[in-house]
């Protein structure tokens, strides 16, 4: 394997396990009173001078052209939208198993792109929408007297289905795709701060962490799922495309529930796991359709149908 592929696997695996921690610290701050609002507010805070001092180092301008504004914005109020509900869904559910769930963004980029924007579908969209319902239905199957919550599970869709719609207007802006990716965070985070601190006087309470550790866990929050998870896969896709570093997302909500159990002793069952493991499956073949598609039409070729017979010709 060549030096580059190695370096960017490597960073891809980084990127998606630093995701994966987004839990094992907001918890803990839950625990100290804070609420998810306040918890993500100051997540974005406190990762704006570390990406301001990124822009800086690469000279970049913070100046934004005036067809660019609304664009940043529109991201942004996505991407806290999507933060929100889902620290919200980790108070009624397995942080780990939130985490999963909330993998099934890209086949719902799939599907969006397909009815909104007339992609053609592809035997692997249908094939992993049939694995994701399995997983899907193994999560939400209730283990003796208890069930997964059906608010948390909501909560986790509305986060997912705003990150999709992140994704694709990212991909289909040819405004937001001249704006370098540093920068975009930098508004992004901008946006998604402003847009907490609109939500207070809405009835989301501002709280502070209890102990000096719950700073920590903040300024843990702005550095490791937020500038080094982004840092690591724009580095990824460089060096070995996008297609590589999407299937090692998969391992964002492994380390999840891995941390979810070893760090936060919650527990998890088997059948949640297989759950899980179907869910990962499913959206590996999505963010892979092109190597499972060749795949599947070699099998459909090693079996072909046989020919009706012509009724009409004699016997």
């Known amino acids: 394997m060549a030096l580059k592929n190695f370096k960017g696997y490597l960073l891809a695996a980084i990127a998606a396990a630093a995701y994966g921690t987004n839990p094992a610290f907001a918890l803990p701050l839950y625990e100290q009173g804070m609420n998810p609002n306040s918890v993500l507010l100051f997540r974005y805070l406190l990762g704006l ?43 009624y559910m397995n942080s780990g198993i939130a985490s999963t769930l909330l993998f099934v963004y890209p086949i719902m980029v799939a599907v969006l792109m397909i009815f909104l924007f007339h992609e053609k579908f592809k035997i692997s969209v249908g094939l992993c929408l049939i694995i994701m319902s399995a997983g899907l239905f193994l999560l939400m199957k209730p283990q003796g007297d208890t069930s997964l919550s059906l608010t948390g599970i909501l909560l986790v869709m509305v986060s997912a289905g705003t990150y999709a719609i992140y994704i694709i207007l990212v991909n289909i802006s040819k405004t937001v795709k001249t704006i370098p990716t540093t920068k975009l965070l930098f508004y992004v985070l901008l946006t998604g701060a402003l847009f907490y601190v609109c939500l207070i ?84 073949i999505v963010v892979a359709d092109n190597s499972v598609d060749k795949i599947i039409l070699h099998v459909r070729k090693m079996f072909p149908r046989p020919h009706k017979r012509n009724h009409n010709s004699r016997i």
């Open 49 to 91: 001078p570390i990406i301001a001092c990124i822009l800086r180092i690469r000279n970049l301008s913070f100046r934004l052209q005036k067809e660019e504004i609304l664009h940043v914005i529109i991201l942004g109020v996505l991407m806290a939208l999507s933060s929100l509900s889902l620290f919200e869904s980790y108070k």
């Open 201 to 284: 006087p809405l009835g989301f309470s501002l709280t502070l962490p209890a102990k000096n550790s719950g700073w920590l866990s903040l300024l843990a929050l702005a550095i490791i799922p937020t500038v080094i998870s982004l840092a690591c896969t724009t580095r990824a896709i460089q060096l070995i495309g996008s297609t590589p570093t999407a299937i090692f997302g998969a391992l964002e909500p492994v380390s999840a529930v891995i941390l979810s159990v070893t760090v936060l002793g919650q527990s998890i069952t088997a059948v949640e796991i297989i759950g899980g493991v179907l869910i990962v499956i499913a959206t590996t």
